[in-house]
């Protein structure tokens, strides 16, 4: 059964970077043919693609926040790490990470609520 | 901004058939495959429909998927009080160099 399990620290201050991390049970990040990506979701609001990577090499990001973010994958533990750089208000999020075989996310985290404030 | 435009809210009475629509455009809808996915507020999102109109192990067939050129659709009959979510429409969008995912507005449905 593959599960995907967020974590990271819930509170980063503006301007600082969010680091957030992914481990995947059940599935192998390096070996499987599928991308895995990051999305997150504002409070009330609706989801929003962030990135994906495949291969643990070739990645992919949302045009609106290509300039802050980088993913990437730690295959001796199995892990998807998120980095979203020069954090403000407007970044505070529930942020999900997820398993994207073709054009559809089937596997989720349960997501990690980040609030950026000082 | 998203890209996939879907109606805000939808409603239905215990029994009854909604349908939820998601409009794109030719560099996404038109030529990729879309999924549909069903999130319970407070939880993660659940895959409902992947590759148009295919569901996963365990959705029941009362959800069905479809698209025509630059719009899908989302059916749900038998409409159980379990079925009040958000859902979202998504696929990828190839108008820039890189390709990128794109989510739906999201769509309310209500069981009345």
């Known amino acids: 059964q593959l599960q995907l399990q967020e974590s990271g620290p819930g509170l980063v201050k503006p301007s600082e970077t969010l680091s957030l991390t992914c481990t995947v049970s059940?599935?192998?990040?390096?070996?499987?043919?599928?991308?895995w990506g990051w999305i997150r979701q504002p409070p009330g609001k609706g989801l929003e693609w962030i990135g994906s990577?495949?291969?643990?090499?070739?990645?992919r990001y949302s045009p609106s926040l290509k300039s802050r973010v980088s993913i990437s994958v730690d295959t001796s533990k199995n892990q998807l790490s998120l980095k979203l750089s020069s954090v403000t208000a407007a970044d505070t999020a529930v942020y999900f990470c997820?398993?994207?075989?073709?054009?559809?996310?089937?596997?989720w985290g349960q997501g990690s609520l980040v609030t950026v404030s000082s | 901004q998203s890209v996939l435009t879907q109606p805000p809210s939808v409603s239905a009475a215990p029994g009854q058939k909604v349908t939820i629509s998601c409009s794109g455009s030719?560099?996404?809808?038109?030529?990729?495959?879309v999924s549909w996915y069903q999130q319970v507020p407070g939880t993660a999102p659940k895959l409902l429909i992947y590759?148009?109109?295919k569901r996963p192990s365990g959705i029941p067939d009362r959800f069905s998927g479809s698209k025509s050129g630059t719009s899908a659709t989302l059916g749900i009959t038998g409409l159980q009080t379990g079925d009040e979510a958000d859902y979202y429409c998504?696929?990828?969008?190839?108008?820039?160099?890189?390709?990128?995912?794109?989510f739906g507005t999201g769509t309310k449905v209500t069981v009345l």
């Open positions: 997820a398993r994207c075989p073709v054009g559809e996310f089937d596997y």
């Open positions: 059940g599935d192998s990040i390096s070996s499987s043919n599928y991308y």
């Open positions: 998504g696929t990828w969008d190839s108008s820039l160099s890189a390709g990128f995912y794109v």
């Open positions: 030719s560099s996404n809808i038109g030529n990729k495959y």
């Open positions: 590759d148009n109109d």
């Open positions: 990577i495949y291969y643990s090499e070739t990645t």
